[in-house]
C-alpha cells in the first residue's frame, strides 16, 4: 500500500537558521508533491507544489526539492521565525486520483 | 483561492447521537472531500462528494456511519452518524478547484463524544 513518511514527529530549531523537512514515500508514482502548513485548530494552508519533472521550486524563503529516484522530497524554511512554527505535511497525487497526504513534522522556532 | 466555512466549529456529543457537518463554499466547485484528523494524525479521506452523484468512500468508511448531501456546487454536509468516543476528531471539509492543482480547506469542526 501507498506509505508517507515524514521526519520525526518535532523539529526544533533556533531563529534564523534553515529548518529541512523530508517526505519520503514507497509504492507510489506522484505526478506532483504538495507542502501544507497546518497551525493548531485550523485546516492545512497550501504552501507549494512541485511537478515530477521538476527537480527543485522555491517562494520567497521556501524551497522544495523532488528526488523521484530517492522517493524524497525536502522542504527547505531559510532564515527561520517563530512564525514559522508550525505542522508541515506533504502530500502526493497521480492525475485526478485522492491526494494522500503524510504524517506531518511539527516545526518549533525558537526564539 | 476558495474560502470555505464549516458549522459547528465545535461541538460536544452524546454516544449514540447524530451530528451533521455543514460546508459551504464560495464559489462553485465539482468536487469536494471530507477529512477526518484524528488528534495527532494526519488527515484521512473519508469520502469525495461530487454534485448530482452518490458519494465515493474510501476503505474503512461506509455510507451508513458517514451519509453525506451534495445538493448543489457550493453546499456537502457530512452526518456522523451513532457516534461512539471513537469518532471524536477533528472532521474537514476540502475542495479542489481543477487546474489549481492544491486543495482548499475549511477550518475544521472539532467534534468530542462523550
Known amino acids: 500500500s501507498q506509505k508517507i513518511e515524514q521526519n520525526s514527529e518535532a523539529l526544533n530549531i533556533q531563529e534564523g537558521k534553515t529548518a529541512t523537512l523530508t517526505c519520503n514515500y514507497t509504492?507510489?508514482?506522484?505526478?506532483?508533491l504538495q507542502w501544507y502548513r497546518q497551525d493548531p485548530g485550523r485546516g492545512p494552508v497550501f504552501l507549494l507544489l512541485?511537478?515530477?519533472?521538476?527537480k527543485e521550486k522555491r517562494k520567497e524563503r521556501l524551497k522544495v526539492t523532488f528526488d523521484t529516484t530517492l522517493k524524497q522530497s525536502l522542504f527547505h524554511i531559510t532564515a527561520s521565525q517563530p512564525a514559522d512554527s508550525a505542522t508541515y505535511l506533504c502530500?502526493?497525487?497521480?492525475?485526478?486520483?485522492?491526494?494522500?497526504f503524510g504524517t506531518g513534522t511539527k516545526l518549533q522556532v525558537i526564539p | 483561492s476558495a474560502v470555505i466555512s464549516q458549522k459547528p466549529s465545535r461541538d460536544i456529543c452524546q454516544r449514540g447521537t447524530s451530528l451533521t457537518i455543514q460546508c459551504q463554499v464560495d464559489?462553485?466547485?465539482?468536487?469536494m472531500f471530507w477529512y477526518r484528523q484524528q488528534p495527532g494524525q494526519s488527515l484521512t479521506l473519508i469520502a469525495t462528494?461530487?454534485?448530482?452523484?452518490?458519494?465515493?468512500?474510501e476503505s474503512g468508511f461506509v455510507i451508513d456511519k458517514f451519509p453525506i448531501s451534495r445538493p448543489n456546487l457550493t453546499f456537502s454536509t457530512l452526518t456522523v452518524s451513532n457516534m461512539s468516543p471513537e469518532d471524536s476528531s477533528i472532521y474537514l471539509c476540502s475542495v479542489d478547484r481543477q487546474g489549481d492543482n492544491e486543495q482548499f480547506f475549511g477550518p475544521g469542526t472539532r467534534l468530542t463524544v462523550l
Open positions: 509504492n507510489y508514482s506522484p505526478a506532483y
Open positions: 464559489s462553485q466547485v465539482t468536487m
Open positions: 462528494a461530487n454534485q448530482g452523484s452518490e458519494a465515493t468512500y
Open positions: 512541485i511537478r515530477e519533472n521538476e
Open positions: 502530500a502526493l497525487r497521480r492525475g485526478y486520483q485522492k491526494v494522500t
